[in-house]
């Protein structure tokens, strides 16, 4: 029996969600992640039995796969699936490129690779990374995977684990986004603010991972001693406990579980139930993703059950009273992979890669300064680089939205603000410095009347920094362009 046809014996209650036009996902979705910490020993999953566990996934209506290309054989355990089975899943992946440059061939090659692993001509939907806004490789990625959509590699583009600044540059510079998968549960509150209302403003929506905090959010948790690094078994329960480190620690984390466990016993549901059915019924998410261990675990029954109930007003209430003890995670959506203190399984990115290479090519001049090129038309032609070190000093000259040929940030003025900011920082890294090195920043704007959203995006990126500021009004060479900035930096002798 087919899953198509077991699926006709089972009494149906899967909330579904159109999450593109004509692309309709199970609202609670199956993520593969533990795939890859199941085979951690360097064994490999039995793709005939992981096929077969996802068989049964889909038999009960469940039938959307989250997985990427670094989730061990998830890929190819997904392909085993398709040849048995073809057309009765949907099968959502994921590319996560190392830091450094990328051409459009090995954009399309990583492309054709996850179709290739996937069995699929076509994939349903692929959702990219960026590990370094300041890096602008990660613009190069998405303009190339646009014209790949465009051509028909690709049927919907995501996001995961991208910022809003950055997921509103990407919209402004015409780039089609359906999803961003985002952490988003109890401990982490992060997507429920600018996140949601601009994927509500726009119509992206959000993919929650994890809601059940890598199995923290059940009553085996509940009033049970503070686990040490020896009682964390999976790669899940690792990072969660990071999370639930920065959200206040062990005693808050308690707090939160018990009022959950109180919500669960009136709702006659589990736990992780009501974890995750919060998150289910918050504005602009249109799914969930529950890890599964193919295999070795189940799900399915408790899946199921989290469309036999919905959250009153009193949960919801108590709840949202109950979270507001927990301090915020730091940051925004994403921040846990870009910056300290890293939310990750090992603490560190290590276990992705090595180093950030520069951003920029860098050469020294014969008086021994140091030299960086972003790569524009207007370097060579009015001979300058886009910074300079000498030094301890570091000067970036005036920048402007421009990426090769493009504009970034369309029509938006705080965008293209964002973007350059990105641009100064990638000079500055570059160069051996950081943002917080800088100490003077100039803007430019064309009239008065574009000073807010310029100012705006200044001072969500230097709130903290607070170096000297200049705006002036001045026209603009070149068309398009809303805004120009210059930055110095000084390093500091240790």
């Known amino acids: ?93 994921k590319w996560v490129p190392k830091p450094g440059p990328v051409t459009p061939q090995s954009v399309r090659e990583a492309v054709e690779l996850a179709c290739r692993r996937m069995g699929r001509e076509q994939l349903d939907l692929l959702q990219f990374h960026a590990w370094s806004y300041s890096d602008p490789g990660w613009l190069d990625c998405m303009f190339e995977l646009q014209a790949l959509k465009d051509e028909g590699l690709i049927r919907h583009l995501g996001l995961t684990n991208t910022d809003t600044v950055h997921l509103r540059m990407l919209l402004d510079s015409g780039i089609e986004i359906a999803s961003n998968q985002v952490s988003y549960s109890l401990l982490d509150q992060r997507a429920r603010g600018a996140m949601t209302d601009l994927c509500l403003e726009r119509g992206v929506r959000l993919l929650a991972f994890g809601t059940v905090g890598g199995g923290f959010f059940t009553k085996r948790w509940l009033g049970a001693p503070e686990p040490g690094p020896e009682d964390l078994q999976t790669w899940s329960q690792m990072k969660y406990k990071r999370f639930i480190d920065s959200a206040g620690g062990w005693s808050a984390f308690q707090s939160v579980l018990s009022t959950v466990a109180a919500v669960a016993d009136r709702s006659r549901a589990s736990v992780a139930n009501v974890a995750c059915r919060y998150i289910l019924e918050a504005p602009a998410v249109a799914g969930i993703i529950v890890g599964a261990r193919l295999g070795r675990s189940d799900h399915v029954a408790d899946n199921l059950a989290l469309f036999g109930f919905t959250l009153d007003a009193e949960g919801h209430e108590a709840i949202a009273a109950a979270l507001g003890e927990l301090e915020a995670i730091h940051g925004d959506c994403g921040d846990e992979y870009r910056t300290e203190p890293f939310l990750t399984a090992a603490g560190d990115l290590s276990d992705h890669f090595d180093d950030f290479p520069a951003p920029y090519p860098t050469d020294r001049g014969s008086d021994g300064r140091m030299r960086a090129a972003s790569g524009t038309v207007w370097e060579d032609l009015a001979g300058f680089s886009r910074a300079v070190r000498k030094g301890n000093r570091i000067l970036v000259s005036g920048t402007t939205a421009t990426h090769g040929d493009r504009l970034i940030g369309g029509s938006d003025a705080g965008s293209q603000t964002h973007f350059i900011i990105d641009k100064i920082e990638g000079a500055i890294r570059s160069l051996g410095g950081r943002l917080q090195d800088v100490v003077r920043t100039r803007l430019y704007v064309p009239s008065p009347e574009a000073w807010e959203p310029v100012s705006r995006a200044h001072g969500a990126r230097f709130s903290e920094i607070r170096p000297a500021n200049t705006l002036v009004a001045a026209a603009l060479v070149g068309d398009g362009y809303l805004v120009e900035m210059e930055a110095e930096a000084m390093i500091d002798d240790d």
Do not use: C, N
């Open 1 to 93: 029996m087919t899953p198509r046809e077991e699926k006709a014996t089972v009494s149906l209650a899967v909330e579904r969600f159109e999450l593109a036009p004509g692309f309709e996902i199970s609202r609670v979705l199956t993520g593969l992640w533990q795939i890859a910490d199941m085979e951690r020993d360097g064994s490999q999953t039995d793709l005939d039995d992981a096929a077969h566990e996802m068989g049964r996934y889909v038999a009960s209506g469940l039938t959307t796969f989250d997985m990427a290309d670094h989730y061990g054989s998830s890929e190819l355990v997904a392909g085993r699936y398709e040849q048995q089975w073809p057309d009765t899943a949907q099968l959502i992946t």
